[in-house]
């Protein structure tokens, strides 16, 4: 919100600059987003009294001016209407250069020499309005520069941020001036106490309030004799380095009262009330809206209401959109004579609905939606209704006041010694006292006690709890004088949740292998069960489902997976993906849950078994990474199949330690059949519950080898029926120095198999020889041709 610091210094009655109170702001209150300089700098620009008006001899929209600067009298040309005899306006004088770049010369229009001209107020930059030439008050003084007439406007803006927590004072001058008055050690002289509502009872308006929840206050007041006209210069000033159009003396009173006090405030035309209302007195009722009731608002814009949106109205229709705009029907306008002024109170959360519903903000919903006090009504119109009697002419005819419930001063209890456990910091009772009292609390006992009880005061609605009070001690004491202090008791870390950190770790080296994550539903449908040969009767199923096909939670993750690779298949024709994931199902009963890492990759072309081969080498390098011993992992051939998506014979199980963790091998091709896909799909999934309980056993940690490790390659024919698996392990078992089997080429020819494997050889103690290399490859080729039946390639 902007706020000028001319009008807040003049209220919390300090002589810092902006910046040192800016500085205090931010570090006790506020936080200050800008701060911004605004100077009149207009030079050769003088007031100056209209003495005649003529019609122009050969123009009929300009008129011939006769204007007192002075000593000196000037004729001028002018074409707005809105000028008289006797008005004060803004001249600027021949060689005066104008902040939009015109330069003022002598010159003749039409024939008619002008010497000088009559200035609006856009073209000085002090301002919009472009309707007509700037009427200045009757009493500024005939030959003065507007510069200095003008020193009021010469003023530096705050642009404050105001949380929630604190808008319903802040939102304000006088919320954001008590706050400076405090900082400064000022007294606040700002009269609220003394703002209290007349006694006068109004004859010609009647109130009713159907909804007291949603309307907890409401207070009208009749002024009749009103003169429209515009504001003086000191408000419209003030409206303008705030933000805010002037607009006639009547609205402007009502927002400038709601920018020093905070409470919204309304007008409405007393004519045009009692006039739909037919009768000599105005109805006022605040109602809920009738289902499809429209109003037309200031701006224009025609609403069709809902039946939750808070109205004020007459017997006939709406007359205002409650807390958030007026209607265009009881505007105030030229002929206006008779106003009714409210000043009222309503829901936050009505407010705020409503607002949100029809895509409205204003200055008054903005407020009103921070619940404000409803106390604050009786302030706003006894204010409202002192301007306009000097700025209007108005005079009170009466007031209307319906609050049923009081809002009552808000007791708390603090304790001193639990003010400096809770600060951290020894404050002494006479500070602690010092601050209270500036923040308008009322101390209720005495004083000399440890425990205090204290009366806030209504406007402060955050303050509810010890805890409240205690850090508006601290902040005004400021937190700056706190000094840092180590903890007394000792800093225990959380406990890391193993399951989660060895998913994060897998999820990380799997993308660095290639694989890509997605993510789907944690449903499926019946066909998936079917497609997949699941078990039903294990499935849970829901009562709303999403649609038709995802009325079952998922048993198993490899459906959804499918129906990503049918169609990522559109788009790529070849990738890897992966899904980490829960599955539930019902057994006795009993909802169980089992976590799964899937992976499942498609080559371009698969030759020869690649895809599984790849898939293989993906488990293998996986668990290697995330630290499983290499001599721990057995990859072999499954001795019982149980799942039916799995290839009976192109598959594998994952054993670490001799205990199973899950399956590696290619889709049946019945069940990518199924899902509509043409191309081999390698799959592997584990247990990560079973993994985790793995990883975290006791690991052992071994020295790097001194000795270098040899390697030698090995190649052999076999029959299509013989496994690769069946191969390394027989390899690792027949040789007693064998590190490391890894196939590294494969190619069919006639009937047969061509396979090759690196081996790499080692001990720790020293280097082999090759005596020993080929004593041990020796033994291996007898174990292949006698167990496997292969023909080694010599």
């Given at each position: 919100m902007k706020y000028s610091y001319n009008w807040l210094k003049e209220l919390a009655n300090t002589q810092k600059t902006a910046e040192e109170m800016a500085e205090l702001l931010t570090m006790h209150s506020f936080e200050l987003e800008g701060l911004e300089k605004k100077e009149i700098n207009l030079t050769g620009v003088v007031i100056g009294k209209i003495l005649e008006i003529k019609k122009h001899p050969d123009a009929d929209k300009l008129q011939l001016t006769k204007i007192e600067i002075g000593k000196k009298k000037l004729e001028i040309v002018c074409g707005a209407p809105n000028i008289k005899i006797g008005d004060k306006v803004p001249v600027a004088l021949v060689g005066a250069q104008l902040p939009n770049g015109i330069k003022i010369r002598e010159t003749k229009i039409r024939g008619v020499k002008s010497v000088g001209m009559l200035c609006a107020e856009d073209e000085l930059d002090l301002g919009e309005n472009h309707n007509g030439i700037m009427i200045l008050d009757e009493d500024a003084p005939v030959g003065m520069s507007i510069k200095k007439y003008l020193e009021i406007r010469n003023d530096t803006i705050f642009e404050i941020k105001i949380l929630p927590d604190r808008a319903h004072d802040a939102m304000s001058y006088v919320g954001v001036a008590r706050e400076m008055a405090i900082l400064d050690n000022q007294k606040f002289d700002y009269d609220f106490a003394g703002l209290k509502l007349p006694k006068k009872k109004s004859r010609k308006l009647k109130v009713i309030i159907k909804d007291k929840k949603l309307c907890p206050r409401y207070i009208g007041a009749v002024m009749e004799g009103v003169i429209i006209k515009e504001s003086p210069d000191w408000l419209r000033a003030r409206l303008e380095a705030s933000g805010i159009r002037p607009i006639n003396n009547v609205v402007d009173a009502t927002n400038y009262v709601m920018l020093e006090?905070?409470?919204?405030?309304?007008?409405?035309?007393?004519?045009?009330?009692?006039?739909?209302?037919?009768?000599?007195?105005?109805?006022?009722?605040?109602?809920?809206?009738?289902?499809?009731?429209?109003?037309?608002?200031?701006?224009?814009?025609?609403?069709?209401?809902?039946?939750?949106?808070?109205?004020?109205?007459?017997?006939?229709?709406?007359?205002?959109?409650?807390?958030?705009?007026?209607?265009?029907?009881?505007?105030?306008?030229?002929?206006?004579?008779?106003i009714i002024l409210e000043s009222a109170n309503f829901n936050a959360i009505s407010i705020r609905t409503t607002r949100i519903e029809h895509k409205i903000r204003t200055e008054s919903s903005d407020r009103f939606e921070k619940n404000i006090d409803p106390n604050l009504a009786e302030k706003a119109i006894r204010r409202?209704?002192?301007?306009?009697?000097?700025?209007?002419?108005?005079?009170?005819?009466?007031?209307?006041?319906?609050?049923?419930?009081?809002?009552?001063?808000?007791?708390?209890?603090?304790?001193?010694?639990?003010?400096?456990?809770?600060?951290?910091?020894?404050?002494?009772?006479?500070e602690v006292l010092k601050i209270l009292k500036s923040l308008q609390f009322?101390?209720?006992?005495?004083?000399?006690?440890?425990?205090?009880?204290?009366?806030?005061?209504?406007?402060?609605?955050?303050?509810?709890?010890?805890?409240?009070?205690?850090?508006?001690?601290?902040?005004?004491?400021?937190?700056?004088?706190?000094?840092?202090?180590?903890?007394?008791?000792?800093?225990?870390?959380?406990?890391?949740?193993?399951?989660?950190?060895?998913?994060?770790?897998?999820?990380?080296?799997?993308?660095?292998?290639?694989?890509?994550?997605?993510?789907?539903?944690?449903?499926?449908?019946?066909?998936?069960?079917?497609?997949?040969?699941?078990?039903?009767?294990?499935?849970?199923?829901?009562?709303?489902?999403m649609n038709p096909s995802q009325h079952l939670v998922r048993a198993n993750l490899v459906p959804n997976i499918l129906k990503n690779i049918f169609i990522n298949l559109k788009h790529f024709d070849s990738?890897?993906?992966?899904?980490?994931?829960?599955?539930?199902?019902?057994?006795?009963?009993?909802?169980?849950?089992?976590?799964?890492?899937?992976?499942?990759?498609?080559?371009?072309?698969?030759?020869?078994?690649?895809?599984?081969?790849?898939?293989?080498?993906?488990?293998?390098?996986?668990?290697?990474?995330?630290g499983i011993d290499k001599k721990a992992l057995v990859i072999s051939k499954i001795k019982e199949l149980n799942k039916y998506y799995i290839h009976p014979t192109r598959s594998a199980e994952i054993k670490i330690n001799e205990k199973l963790i899950g399956y590696v091998g290619e889709i049946n091709p019945l069940v990518l059949l199924k899902y509509k896909i043409e191309k081999r799909v390698a799959l592997a999934e584990i247990d990560l519950r079973k993994l985790l309980?793995?990883?975290?056993?006791?690991?052992?940690?071994?020295?790097?080898?001194?000795?270098?490790?040899?390697?030698?390659?090995?190649?052999?024919?076999?029959?299509?029926?013989?496994?690769?698996?069946?191969?390394?392990?027989?390899?690792?078992?027949?040789?007693?120095?064998?590190?490391?089997?890894?196939?590294?080429?494969?190619?069919?020819?006639?009937?047969?198999?061509?396979?090759?494997?690196?081996?790499e050889f080692g001990v720790d103690d020293r280097t082999l020889k090759n005596k020993e290399i080929d004593k041990e490859i020796g033994k291996i080729v007898t174990e292949l041709e006698t167990k496997l039946k292969v023909e080694v390639r010599q």
């Amino acid at each position: 919100m902007k706020y000028s610091y001319n009008w807040l210094k003049e209220l919390a009655n300090t002589q810092k600059t902006a910046e040192e109170m800016a500085e205090l702001l931010t570090m006790h209150s506020f936080e200050l987003e800008g701060l911004e300089k605004k100077e009149i700098n207009l030079t050769g620009v003088v007031i100056g009294k209209i003495l005649e008006i003529k019609k122009h001899p050969d123009a009929d929209k300009l008129q011939l001016t006769k204007i007192e600067i002075g000593k000196k009298k000037l004729e001028i040309v002018c074409g707005a209407p809105n000028i008289k005899i006797g008005d004060k306006v803004p001249v600027a004088l021949v060689g005066a250069q104008l902040p939009n770049g015109i330069k003022i010369r002598e010159t003749k229009i039409r024939g008619v020499k002008s010497v000088g001209m009559l200035c609006a107020e856009d073209e000085l930059d002090l301002g919009e309005n472009h309707n007509g030439i700037m009427i200045l008050d009757e009493d500024a003084p005939v030959g003065m520069s507007i510069k200095k007439y003008l020193e009021i406007r010469n003023d530096t803006i705050f642009e404050i941020k105001i949380l929630p927590d604190r808008a319903h004072d802040a939102m304000s001058y006088v919320g954001v001036a008590r706050e400076m008055a405090i900082l400064d050690n000022q007294k606040f002289d700002y009269d609220f106490a003394g703002l209290k509502l007349p006694k006068k009872k109004s004859r010609k308006l009647k109130v009713i309030i159907k909804d007291k929840k949603l309307c907890p206050r409401y207070i009208g007041a009749v002024m009749e004799g009103v003169i429209i006209k515009e504001s003086p210069d000191w408000l419209r000033a003030r409206l303008e380095a705030s933000g805010i159009r002037p607009i006639n003396n009547v609205v402007d009173a009502t927002n400038y009262v709601m920018l020093e006090l905070g409470q919204p405030l309304h007008a409405f035309d007393f004519s045009q009330v009692q006039e739909i209302s037919k009768n000599e007195t105005a109805k006022i009722i605040i109602r809920k809206a009738q289902k499809n009731e429209k109003i037309e608002l200031l701006d224009g814009e025609v609403l069709k209401l809902t039946v939750d949106n808070l109205v004020i109205a007459n017997n006939q229709e709406p007359l205002v959109l409650a807390g958030v705009m007026g209607g265009k029907n009881s505007e105030i306008n030229n002929d206006t004579k008779s106003i009714i002024l409210e000043s009222a109170n309503f829901n936050a959360i009505s407010i705020r609905t409503t607002r949100i519903e029809h895509k409205i903000r204003t200055e008054s919903s903005d407020r009103f939606e921070k619940n404000i006090d409803p106390n604050l009504a009786e302030k706003a119109i006894r204010r409202v209704i002192e301007i306009l009697e000097h700025t209007a002419e108005a005079k009170l005819e009466g007031v209307v006041d319906i609050y049923p419930q009081k809002n009552k001063p808000q007791k708390i209890e603090i304790n001193l010694d639990y003010i400096n456990s809770l600060l951290g910091e020894e404050i002494k009772k006479a500070e602690v006292l010092k601050i209270l009292k500036s923040l308008q609390f009322k101390i209720i006992g005495k004083e000399e006690e440890k425990t205090i009880l204290v009366e806030a005061p209504t406007y402060r609605v955050d303050l509810k709890t010890p805890e409240d009070v205690i850090e508006d001690i601290g902040r005004i004491w400021g937190y700056e004088k706190i000094k840092p202090q180590p903890l007394v008791e000792p800093i225990i870390p959380a406990k890391i949740n193993q399951q989660l950190f060895l998913e994060r770790k897998i999820r990380q080296n799997i993308i660095g292998l290639g694989f890509d994550e997605i993510y789907n539903y944690s449903f499926y449908g019946e066909e998936d069960v079917v497609n997949c040969k699941l078990n039903q009767k294990q499935h849970l199923r829901l009562e709303n489902p999403m649609n038709p096909s995802q009325h079952l939670v998922r048993a198993n993750l490899v459906p959804n997976i499918l129906k990503n690779i049918f169609i990522n298949l559109k788009h790529f024709d070849s990738f890897k993906i992966f899904k980490i994931g829960r599955n539930y199902w019902l057994e006795k009963g009993t909802v169980k849950e089992e976590r799964k890492l899937v992976m499942a990759n498609i080559l371009k072309k698969d030759q020869d078994g690649e895809t599984f081969y790849e898939m293989k080498g993906a488990v293998e390098d996986l668990l290697e990474i995330i630290g499983i011993d290499k001599k721990a992992l057995v990859i072999s051939k499954i001795k019982e199949l149980n799942k039916y998506y799995i290839h009976p014979t192109r598959s594998a199980e994952i054993k670490i330690n001799e205990k199973l963790i899950g399956y590696v091998g290619e889709i049946n091709p019945l069940v990518l059949l199924k899902y509509k896909i043409e191309k081999r799909v390698a799959l592997a999934e584990i247990d990560l519950r079973k993994l985790l309980a793995i990883t975290q056993t006791e690991k052992k940690y071994q020295s790097l080898k001194k000795f270098p490790s040899v390697t030698r390659d090995i190649s052999m024919l076999v029959n299509h029926d013989v496994q690769v698996l069946d191969i390394v392990n027989l390899i690792k078992r027949a040789g007693k120095v064998i590190l490391k089997v890894s196939l590294f080429d494969v190619f069919k020819k006639d009937k047969k198999t061509s396979l090759a494997f690196h081996l790499e050889f080692g001990v720790d103690d020293r280097t082999l020889k090759n005596k020993e290399i080929d004593k041990e490859i020796g033994k291996i080729v007898t174990e292949l041709e006698t167990k496997l039946k292969v023909e080694v390639r010599q």
